[in-house]
T-cell receptor, first 114, second 115 residues
Framework: DQQVKQNSPSLSVQEGRISILNCDYT??????FLWYKKYPAEGPTFLIS?????DKNEDGRFTVFLNKSAKHLSLHIVPSQPGDSAVYFC?????????????FGKGTKLSVIP | DTGVSQDPRHKITKRGQNVTFRCDPI?????LYWYRQTLGQGPEFLTY????????KSRLLSDRFSAERPKGSFSTLEIQRTEQGDSAMYLC?????????????FGQGTRLTVV
């Protein structure tokens, strides 16, 4: 049973355009969500997070939107740059239940075309 | 401090051998995590320490796996009697002690290959 789902294995975007990566979750106990970026042969790098008490969090070119009723979140990257090409993982935790473990999706490979 | 450090970066071992990995977290972080990642999958949680106490363990962590964090500093993950299915990237992460900004920062991982 996959509790965090990233249904698009890959996404290609032109440089300068917007990249939108999507993530769905099923566990209603999840209350803290994170996005990580991963290059080959490296560990995941933290990008941005959002608590369930918010519906939007912005950090430079990265914005995460949370729709709790739909159990859906998305990561927007504007403008997309070739260096953004990587695998992006959505992750969730149930901090309110005292759990600090992260449950990850399978990832979406983003390719930004120059 | 330059981040989470893992050693070794790569390990090749024969089936049936024991292996041990080390993780040094970010110095001010009291929470430490171990994850495992296989090809095409996201990282899967294995276990979590707060200081020296092991507070969460995944069902994935069979009795061949043991993790320790003596004195609440570095941690070790040992796999006994390795099997080919143990081949994966083993990731360590750490996070701070607050109830906000609990994002975990990952090390570069240890790539285990069991032959």
């Amino acid at each position: 049973d996959q509790q965090v789902k990233q249904n698009s294995p890959s996404l290609s975007v032109q440089e300068g355009r917007i990249s939108i990566l999507n993530c769905d979750y099923t566990n209603s106990m999840f209350d803290y969500f994170l996005w990580y970026k991963k290059y080959p042969a490296e560990g995941p790098t933290f990008l941005i997070s959002i608590s369930s008490i918010k519906d939007k969090n912005e950090d430079g070119r990265f914005t995460v939107f949370l729709n709790k009723s739909a159990k859906h979140l998305s990561l927007h990257i504007v403008p997309s740059q070739p260096g953004d090409s990587a695998v992006y993982f959505c992750a969730a935790s149930a901090l309110g239940a005292g759990s600090y473990q992260l449950t990850f999706g399978k990832g979406t490979k983003l390719s930004v075309i120059p | 401090d330059t981040g989470v450090s893992q050693d070794p970066r790569h390990k090749i071992t024969k089936r049936g051998q024991n292996v041990t990995f080390r993780c040094d977290p970010i110095s001010e972080h009291n929470r430490l995590y171990w994850y495992r990642q296989t090809l095409g999958q996201g990282p899967e949680f294995l276990t979590y320490f707060q200081n020296e106490a092991q507070l969460e363990k995944s069902r994935l962590l069979s009795d061949r796996f043991s993790a320790e964090r003596p004195k609440g500093s570095f941690s070790t993950l040992e796999i006994q009697r390795t099997e080919q299915g143990d081949s994966a990237m083993y990731l360590c992460a750490s996070s701070g002690s607050g109830t906000v900004n609990t994002e975990a920062f990952f090390g570069q991982g240890t790539r285990l290959t069991v032959v």
